[in-house]
């Protein structure tokens, strides 16, 4: 078994914040007994936790903090619990076993502790659930208190089937996020995406979930968050980072074939990096935009080309680069009756989606895009139409 | 009936072929259903052969419960074992209408607000909805089913509230017949029930006619036209069946099965018959009315 | 309880039936009862063997066996094989043994009817097994890869598979609530002269709340499939938000049903334990009225708290504070069962026989998950275990000892009362211990995975999960192979053995213990009077 050696980098750092854990930890376990200690020691021992990954990754915001705060707590609780009742059950079955010759005492259950024990025992449960709920509503109201801040981040995520879209509503730019493959991503992979969602330390983030087709949810252990995202509705989770660093997380409800190619990497930043970051983005936004409009007529080889590139990162996770797509859930496109017939109905299809399957509408892309890709699935796999679609065609098809 | 003498008291049926096939007309039906929602034609025929089934098996199934209900097999422990049994799928039925009304509470009063922009998760409409507002009834912001108009509450639904309270009535009366030994106050009243049963499904069948020709109300027509449909629909299903129960009855009674104390299967069609109008009750405030 | 009358061989002379109309037409309480566990044990190897696929996929990082779809595919059966198919025909299947020899009736109320919500099993599992194989035919459509929650809107993508199985789920709804109302009416109204709801067997109290609850939730379930039905083929909008419906309205009533199902699952395990510990303890139940109110309370609260599985959607403030609360204070009333358990077992005089085993390990390891469970209740700390691992853990912990483990430990009670023969004891020893620690090996590192950021229901996860993935495949593969060990003890049973006697354990008590071992076709007949 290979073990992968950036992830121990990245939940190592940085070793300030897990120290602080540490005595956080010590603190309170004081005040629980020595049995819990010692199986606590095992539990929570921090050189585990870096290498195997056996509890949550060191938190990178306050509320996140508090979150592993309250897990911790409830776990101590809960295992002190445990060990009372392994404590009883063994040490009855040691001393009241009929091998050792002890007489069943049968009234036990009309002493005075058998007719009140069904007050007794609740009541000391009811304390425990208290103490736990008291603790947990605390931390509930922070987590769900999504502030009204005035230079609130506004990132909007959408689940697609299988990618995240990340609009910083306040910047008019867009991320587009796929999972890389294996021989790109290495050690890393289902963990790595191609576009980071980038963000900014020390300010708050609001997060607005919502879907394009089916349920997914948006789960980056280090923040704590997770939501689902739901089409046609709009949830919200907030978060404000701590700490620089790359945290992974996963999409976490189930969203059909490739639900575990759905990663989310969180690259957070200074400020400043942010700033410049957002700058390059518009940059390379209104270049895309003014090559679109650029009224141009392309030759067959740029849109072949174009196309290819943006079939492969698009298209193909579900009709596969080779265009053959995985019947009966996605249909092929090499030699397809659609990509290989009436141009407008193809045209409709990539701009629409078709509702009740997973194609989703592209109609998001812009004119040069779609022009491109339809272009090449109409020529690429022996479809050799010869059909060139031009910019102004789909300008004309929506 | 050999069963009496080796059971003691309580009478225990002998074997009996009707659950197995039972379990081939459930299965004969479904099977097909599922093939003609997806197109397949050989789907439809199985339904057909399944139904035809399924009612060969009530019929013989409740020709040997009449049988044994008249070579007198039953003693009173049985008889309150039917009407428990009842009762409690009564109860079961009950529920099953409760997730139609719980859909529909949640979709006016939950849903819809928030993608009118109230509550919750208000957000949704500054972000995905600007201008749709909250109303009812409602076809979503996304304007399924296209124009529609909402069905009235007091034109042929009151009516309907009108035949449905009467039959309750007029199967009271029937009873009361019964009770009395006077079978012909009994038959009447049966006949005079079935007929505005009847008479409220051919109603609840125009009604359609029109929300499909005139209203352009549909099944497709958003929420207002899923819960509609859903609801006022698996009533008529009940009505439907409450109707052919109560034919069956009729049937019995003119035969004299039944005496003043032993007419189980009357009282629980007339049971499924009140529990039927009571759901009416709730669609006529609910789904109508408010 | 004493009985004044006892009917051992009375009247059997020409009426038993024999060949397979025995078996196809009965009307007998134990030729079903025998029917719905023959069932359930096969079912369980059916959903065992996709748990297998599923263990031996995730064995190594990597797409190795199955394609994602089949994965999930196989997800999606294996639960609902499980528990629709394994755990509740057997808990029916010893109700339908037990509770009439308990209480002293002839059969059960509505024996005709007992027939038929069996026989309608095999039906939903033939539709529930097409579901799974359709899509491997031509023009079939695609793989059911939803897991057993059916979330649309990706249910509604699903081919013509997911029609299969809803309308599985309805014929697996109807049988269940035939056999509620049938146990209902039997304990209420068949009960032998003398015995009160207050006096009467455990057993029969857990099987009295369980099928109140089926018949309180399982038609919501069928409401909720049948809206999905609607949306899928006829063009309704419930769970689609353009039309003003919502997803999420699919998902309160799955889990409407959905959570009071888990305790619906639990409560006949318990029943079996209230028998069983006292028994090889040789002293009565502690707390008989409070293990009864606690019961009741349990299946109160579970019917009020369904939202715990969801807390994840976008609920309000106020929504989750009460989901939470509400959940955790179920504690109480399941601390309190356990509680009476060791008490039962505390200055008792214990002897270890498999069915005792089970029972122990029962009360330590049930702890242990429904520990996790309120874990997992508290609001902020779900945020991160949600749809992990984690999750996974915990209810394998809550489903395999508070509800598998129950089952075969009354399996290994009363097999000699159904059989007549004594079991192997070494053998069902060995079968405990592999099975106990093949268990813990498997499903113990789920917890790991879960709170180390590993998500439930991939087919494929990078290679910081490896290590635990691995033991959990290696133990999985010890659990399963125990299995076979259960099924040879059983035929071994069927076949021959030590004669059991009719009191087959020296501290059994009550009424079953008083017929013949096997017990004649017909028991009962004459009612025992409870003095
Ligand atoms: C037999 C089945 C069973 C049982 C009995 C339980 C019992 C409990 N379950 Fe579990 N649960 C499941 C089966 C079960 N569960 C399943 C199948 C799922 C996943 C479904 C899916 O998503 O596919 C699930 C998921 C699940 C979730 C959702 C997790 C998520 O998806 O995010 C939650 C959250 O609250 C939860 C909580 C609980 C609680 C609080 C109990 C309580 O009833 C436990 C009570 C018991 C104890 C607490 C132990 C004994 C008590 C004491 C020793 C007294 C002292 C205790 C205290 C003071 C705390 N369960
Ligand atoms: C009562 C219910 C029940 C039971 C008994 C089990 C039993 C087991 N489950 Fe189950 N499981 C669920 C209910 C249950 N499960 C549910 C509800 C889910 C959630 C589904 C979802 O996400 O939608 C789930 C999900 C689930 C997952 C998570 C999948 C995922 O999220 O990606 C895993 C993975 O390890 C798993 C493993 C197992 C194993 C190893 C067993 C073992 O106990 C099985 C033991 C094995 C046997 C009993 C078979 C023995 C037979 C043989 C060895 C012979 C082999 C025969 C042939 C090959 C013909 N289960
Ligand atoms: Cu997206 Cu899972
Ligand atoms: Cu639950």
């Keep these: ?289 003014a090559e679109a409009s650029a009224d141009k007529t392309w030759s067959m080889d740029e849109l072949m080309a174009k196309g290819k590139t943006l079939y492969d990162t698009k298209c193909a996770a579900c009709h596969q680069v080779t265009g053959v797509g995985l019947p009966p859930a996605f249909p092929a496109l090499k030699g397809s009756a659609m990509a290989t017939g009436s141009i407008e109905a193809h045209l409709e299809i990539v701009i629409k989606g078709k509702e009740g399957t997973a194609m989703q509408p592209w109609g998001s892309l812009n004119d040069l895009e779609i022009a491109a890709i339809v272009t090449y699935e109409r020529n690429a796999w022996d479809n050799n139409t010869g059909d060139v679609v031009q910019p102004s065609d789909v300008k004309q098809a929506r | 009936m050999s069963a009496k003498e080796h059971s003691g008291d309580y009478f225990i049926p002998d074997p009996s072929p009707w659950p197995i096939i039972g379990m081939f007309s459930l299965l004969i039906t479904l099977f097909g259903g599922a093939l003609a929602m997806n197109g397949v034609s050989l789907g439809s025929y199985l339904v057909v052969a399944g139904l035809l089934m399924f009612f060969y098996l009530l019929y013989g199934w409740f020709r040997d419960v009449i049988k044994e209900n008249l070579s007198d097999c039953y003693n009173r422990q049985v008889d309150t074992s039917f009407r428990m049994g009842m009762f409690w799928f009564i109860a079961s039925e009950v529920f099953f209408f409760l997730s139609f009304f719980g859909a529909l509470y949640y979709i006016r009063n939950i849903a819809l607000p928030w993608l009118g922009g109230d509550g919750y998760l208000g957000v949704t409409n500054e972000i995905l909805y600007h201008g749709f507002e909250n109303a009812w009834p409602s076809h979503g912001p996304g304007e399924l089913g296209g124009d529609f108009l909402p069905m009235g509450a007091w034109g042929i639904p009151a009516i309907n509230t009108l035949i449905l309270l009467t039959s309750g009535a007029t199967i009271t009366w029937a009873h009361w017949g019964l009770k009395l030994d006077n079978q012909k106050q009994l038959v009447n009243g049966l006949i005079a029930t079935i007929a505005l049963g009847v008479f409220f499904v051919i109603l609840q069948a125009y009604e359609y006619g029109h929300a499909y020709q005139e209203l352009n109300l549909t099944l497709e027509t958003g929420a207002y036209g899923s819960t509609f449909y859903m609801l006022t629909g698996f009533h008529g299903f009940h009505v439907t069946m409450g109707a052919v129960m109560l034919m069956a009855i009729l049937g019995r009674s003119m035969k004299s099965h039944f005496s003043a104390h032993n007419h189980f299967a009357f009282e629980a069609v007339a049971w499924y018959w009140h529990f039927v109008d009571v759901v009416w009750l709730g669609l006529f405030v609910f789904v109508y009315w408010l | ?316 403030l106020g929504a989750v504070t009460y989901f939470m609360i509400g959940t955790i204070l179920i504690s109480i009333p399941v601390g309190l069962m356990i509680f009476n358990f060791i008490a039962t ?124 993935n691995v033991i959990s495949s290696i133990g999985a593969i010890i659990f399963g192979l125990s299995h076979l060990l259960l099924l040879y003890i059983v035929i071994k049973t069927i076949r021959g053995g030590k004669k059991a006697e009719s009191r087959a354990w020296e501290g059994a008590k009550g009424l079953e213990w008083e017929l013949d071992s096997p017990p004649a076709f017909h028991t009962w007949t004459v009612a025992p009077q409870i003095k």
């Design chain 1, 1 to 289: 078994m290979k073990f992968n050696n950036n992830f121990k980098r990245q939940v190592n750092h940085p070793m300030s914040v897990t120290q602080q854990l540490i005595n956080n930890q010590s603190y309170k376990l004081k005040t629980t007994s020595l049995t819990g200690i010692l199986v606590a020691g095992v539990f929570f021992a921090d050189k585990c936790r870096a290498e195997y990954g056996i509890n949550f990754p060191p938190p990178a915001a306050d509320v996140a903090q508090e979150i592993y705060n309250i897990h911790m707590l409830t776990m101590q609780i809960t295992t002190v619990l445990l060990l009372i009742v392994f404590g009883f059950v063994f040490y009855s079955l040691y001393y009241h076993r009929k091998s050792r010759g002890f007489q069943a005492d049968q009234d036990f259950h009309n002493s005075w502790f058998g007719n009140w024990s069904w007050v007794v025992v609740p009541v000391m449960v009811l304390g425990v659930d208290l103490t736990i709920a008291g603790k947990a509503d605390a931390v509930l109201k922070k987590v769900w208190d999504v502030p009204k801040a005035e230079n609130i981040l506004d990132v909007k995520v959408t689940g697609h089937q299988w990618w995240w879209e990340f609009d910083y509503l306040d910047h008019g730019i867009k991320v587009e996020s796929r999972y890389v493959p294996e021989k790109e991503s290495g050690d890393l992979y289902l963990r790595e995406v191609d576009n980071r969602l980038v963000l900014p330390t020390g300010q708050k983030i609001r997060f607005l979930h919502t879907s394009a087709d089916v349920l997914h949810a948006f789960w980056v252990p280090e923040l704590a968050v997770k939501k689902d995202a739901i089409p046609g509705y709009v949830t919200e989770t907030w978060a404000e980072l701590n700490r620089e660093g790359v945290f992974r997380g996963q999409c976490a409800e189930l969203c059909g074939t490739w639900h575990s190619r759905m990663p989310i990497v969180v690259e957070s930043v200074s400020p400043q990096q942010f700033a410049t970051w957002v700058d390059d983005q518009k940059a390379i936004k209104v270049a895309a935009a």
């Design chain 3, 1 to 316: 309880m004493t009985t004044t009358t006892l009917n051992h061989d009375e009247a059997h002379h020409h009426d038993m039936p024999t060949g397979w109309r025995r078996w196809l037409f009965s009307t007998n309480h134990k030729d079903i009862g025998t029917l719905y566990l023959l069932f359930a044990l096969t079912m369980l190897f059916l959903g065992g063997a996709s748990a297998m696929l599923i263990r031996l996929e995730l064995f190594q990082p990597g797409i190795q066996l199955l394609d994602p779809d089949l994965y999930n595919n196989l997800v999606t059966n294996h639960a609902l094989i499980m528990i629709f198919g394994a755990v509740m025909p057997a808990a029916a299947g010893l109700a339908n043994w037990m509770i009439p020899m308990m209480i002293g009736a002839p059969d059960m109320a509505l024996p005709r009817m007992n027939n038929l919500s069996f026989w309608i099993l095999p039906a939903a599992a033939t539709m529930l097994i097409l579901s799974f194989i359709v899509p491997f035919f031509p023009g079939g459509g695609t793989q059911i890869n939803t897991g057993w929650t059916l979330y649309p809107p990706l249910s509604v993508q699903v081919g013509m598979s997911m029609d299969f199985l809803i309308f599985a789920i309805h014929l697996l709804g109807i049988s269940s609530v035939l056999a509620s109302i049938n146990i209902i009416v039997t304990l209420l109204n068949m009960r032998a002269p003398g015995m009160t709801l207050m006096t009467m067997p455990m057993f029969c109290w857990t099987w009295l709340v369980t099928a109140f609850l089926l018949i309180l939730v399982v038609p919501v379930l069928a409401g909720g499939v049948t809206m999905l039905l609607f949306d899928r083929h006829f063009g309704t909008s419930f769970f689609d938000a353009a039309g003003g419906g919502d997803p999420v309205l699919f998902q309160h009533l799955f889990w409407f049903f959905g959570h009071p199902e888990v305790y619906i699952l639990l409560l006949p395990s318990i029943g079996v334990l209230s028998h069983v510990i006292p028994a090889f303890s040789r002293k009565p139940l502690f707390g008989y009225k409070s293990m009864v109110g606690a019961m009741l309370t349990v299946a109160t609260i579970g019917m009020v708290v369904w939202a715990h599985h969801q807390y994840t959607i976008g609920m309000s």
């Design chain 3, 345 to 468: 077992m505390w200055r008792g005089a214990m002897t270890f026989e498999t069915p005792m085993l089970f029972a122990v390990a029962i009360v330590l390891m049930f702890t242990f998950g429904g520990l996790s469970g309120v874990m997992l209740a508290v609001v902020p700390a779900d945020m991160q275990y949600h749809d992990s691992m984690f999750v996974v853990a915990h209810f394998h912990y809550v489903l395999m000892p508070g509800a598998v483990f129950g089952l075969f430990a009354g399996v290994f009670y009363w097999l000699p009362k159904w059989t007549g023969h004594m079991y192997d004891e070494t053998l069902g020893k060995i079968f405990f211990w592999t099975n106990v620690i093949g268990f813990n090996i498997t499903f113990f590192p789920q917890h790991f995975l879960g709170l180390a950021g590993m998500p439930r229901r991939i087919v494929d996860y990078n290679m910081m999960f490896t290590e635990f």
